[in-house]
């Protein structure tokens, strides 16, 4: 070995670590190991410091053959977009470690179990150039999230975590397809190679179809979302964390790893239907949140809003709008993440997640509210937070595009403002119904909310290191798709979808033959 | 003749385990005597070593009715390995007498003596001989349950479906007779197989497929399986859901050589698997006993390996043969953790899973690891075998069967779910008793090799891929 496989351990540290879970006895002790499963996790992830800034292609590949006959390798590889990701992702296990610290009583060692599955096929979906190991990585993430839903969540989390199970999965299964076709079209399952090739434009309209609606429900975008709220209520707080921070960013990776590179012409063709579901999705999330009384519920919501708007920059095909995407990605994972700690946090003490029986905690517990004002303001992109950055970006890519894209989603911004300063109101001074008994916050949630509210201030004040991140990988992949969508958006003209061609076909013997509807 | 005893060996392995048992059977009292329990499944394992070492075999014997190939040596193996789990899974069965274990172990062993030798036959009469041989051992096993009327039930069942089954072949196989003038299947392979050219070859063929559909408990001739499954116990189901769809697939997958895309015949047997699956879970939806469950079960994993045989090339042929391998395998796996939780052999509801984890942690992973096996979720062997079934049909055309089975997989992911929502997330209502710790370690090795062969089926594949080659150049 001359080189240490940073991606490989990364991946397969927890997977290691599960092994020898059972052999712990005590619930304490089970949950000093997971963290320091989740910091070492962190530890390792250090030598991703040699991730160089201005290369656009992908870093630390490792690549070995795995199942030679139908030219499956075990290929990974790191660029700018699943950087930040996998960042993101190895961040949050320690703190879901920590957030579940007392929130969690029963079956502890089967939770930090599931925990450590769920990073290990979240970071490998980030990371995975064979299409294969992406789906893998991508199925095997689902068993563990269905277990933390429906072992450890609220009263109706059978509900909830089959519907969740169901939904992904049947998704999924399209993906499947795509991916077997991509495999006889392209001869490999290789990503970066499958990205290079260039495909019939009839090809790519139904993979990009069968794509995107298994990201789609991933993300998830508007009529495909009803999933989501269930799952985010039910879930034990570290399970929507999970959800909300890593999970749905799969989706929106999905569509920058495979839609845009693999089917150019397809994604401008359905672009416009792509914009008008993240538009919606951005303005029903926005209402739909306005007029909840459950706080996961409305933080649910705020989700599905805020994902419409890194569909919405992916699918503007411009640099802003792409930046403004991953942007966004990242800032909902810390800012979302961080909400529904608070709420769990919140919901120890109330047992309760209603916002009337959360009445009044400005001043019983500042700290708490403190640090909800923070991520609620950030939480409404408002300006010096982190998630002002992303959504102003997309703003521009789309105002830049087309005017009556950006006036579209900008309601939605101001929807963000109605709902969560509604929320932070009623919590801060509404009339305290039991807050007085309650404690502040303890020196553990401290520790836990604090880095995340670091992560806020610095990424909204100095955005330019994450940028200087994504740029090369970005300006790459948009330059790609830009000379190749060019291409392929002649081709449709040149050699027209074989409707077209049939339909052309009839009409051709038409000028020569008398017809009734032809004027003499 | 050309006769070498060499190639025979897992054959021979097989008619030694079935002469001791025979043996002992007529000599020795029950009453009196010593167990023969702790050998047979000793003997079994020394069986899958034999079946392990004539792998790479080949040879043409018995007047060119008995082809000893890769595939035919890839099959052996597969039931061997399959033989030997079940024996091991049937050690102590507790719905059986003592004085019919020893022929109980007789007719199981004789039934897979038929299964290895219906895998090198390439003549339609000794492929009829040998499925002969391996259903009427199979036909005595089913009602071999206790004083248990449904036993008895699910024997006439199986006896008669099989008996119409068989005669539909018969009938076949005159046809083919009569309309190809030959029974060997190299003669056949270079006859044509459209309707224009041969209509009487085509109707012999279909009726004699027709025989073995019944053995994989392909829609329309899948009734059988859930009743015989719940009626037979536990031990005897796992071995009739496993083994004989092994028989079954390598003669379809010697009778699918001769076909190629396009044909009418290949249309049926595409239709007819899309119709397997997609009846097959639908059932399944709805089933609350477990075995019935499987059964349904079954008929939809036949649905997927004709996905292989339709495809029709050497892709394909391995995919189809690497799928039923991994059916076996996964499928005896739910089976070993059945019979271990049914301690007195009852049949066991959906709800009897309820709080295995607490119960029995292992168990009830190993059951996880089988439910998402039989999905074909990864990371485990069923997503392989899938996905190699899937690319080959996509690479001959098959797109809407491809997109169907990917459809399907989405159906049945509820009803294996069920096992696992049961046994992780419901606590259970009473006091429900552990079963005894026993037979944890081989399902524990069970479940590793449904893993190992999700993360790396290449050497397994490898194989089945020779054999594939060897059928289609």
Known sequence: MSEWPVLTVLIFFPVAA???????????????FSLGVGLLELLLALPLLRFDLSVSGY????????VPQ?????????????LLMVLLTVLLLPLCVLCSWTYISRRVKEFHFSLMLMTSACVGVFLALDFVLFYIFWEAMLVPMFLLIAVWGGPERRYASLKFFLYTLAGSTLLLVAMVAFY?????????????????????CWTFLAMAFAFAIKVPMFPFHTWLPAAHVEAPTAGSVLLASVLLKMGAYGFMRFCLPMTPAASVYFAPLMIAVSIASILYGGFVALGQRDMKKLIAYSSVAHMGFVTLGIFLFTLRGLEGALMVMLNHGITTGALFMLVGCIYERSHSREIGDNLGLGKYLPAYMGFFGLFALSSLGFPGTNSFVGEALVLIGAFAQNPWVGGAAVPGVMLGAAYMLRLGQKLAWGEPTQAKAWKDLNVREWVYFAPLAALVIYIGLAPGLTLRAMDPTLTRVLDEFRKRSAVAAVSPDATPPSTVQLATADMAPAPAGPTPNQPR | MEFNANLLLPEIFQ?????????????????????????LPLAACAGLVAAGFSLGAGGLMFWGSYKVDGLSQFFKFAVALGFAIAVLNAASQPTLEPEKRADYFLLLSLSALGLMCLASAVELITIYLALELSS??????????????????????????????????????????AGQHSSYLTALTARPWTWAEAPVGIIGLTLFMAGFFYKLALFPFHFWAPDVYDGASNETAAYAATLPKLGAVVILIRLAAMLKPGLQLTTVLAVLGAASMTFGNLAALTQQDIKRMLGYSSVAHAGYVMVGLVAASAGGLAAAG????VYVLMNLTCFWVICRLSGDGRNLQLNDLNGLYRRAPFLAFVLAVAALALVGLPPTAGFMGKLFLLSAAWNR?????????????????????????????????????????????????LAGLLLLLGALPAPVFRWAEAAGRQLMP
């Open chain 1, 18 to 32: 599960c092994l020898v879970l059972p052999f712990i006895r005590g619930d304490r002790a089970v949950r000093v």
């Open chain 1, 59 to 66: 870093q630390f590949q490792e690549k070995a053959a795995w």
């Open chain 1, 70 to 82: 139908w030219g499956l390798h075990y290929h990974l590889g790191m660029d700018g977009i699943s």
């Open chain 1, 184 to 204: 006889l079209a392209g001869g490999t399952f290789s990503i970066p190679e499958l990205s290079a090739a260039s495909y019939p434009f009839g090809f790519q």
């Open chain 2, 15 to 39: 008619f030694t385990i079935v002469l001791a048992l025979f043996l002992y059977s007529v000599t020795k009292s029950p009453a009196s005597g010593r167990n023969f329990s702790p050998l």
């Open chain 2, 136 to 177: 009427y051992s199979l036909y005595a096993l089913i009602p071999l349950r206790g004083r248990e009327p449904r036993a008895a039930e699910a024997g006439i069942k199986y006896i008669l479906f099989g008996a119409a089954a068989t005669a539909l072949s018969l009938f076949g196989l005159a046809y083919i007779l």
């Open chain 2, 322 to 325: 690497f799928y039923s391998l």
């Open chain 2, 397 to 445: 055309g098959y797109n809407w069967l491809v997109v169907v089975a990917a459809l399907n997989t989405a159906i049945s992911i509820y009803y294996y779910l069920n096992l696992i929502r049961h046994a992780y997330t419901v606590d259970a209502d009473g006091d429900a008793a552990a079963p005894p710790p026993g037979g944890v370690l081989w399902g524990g090795v």
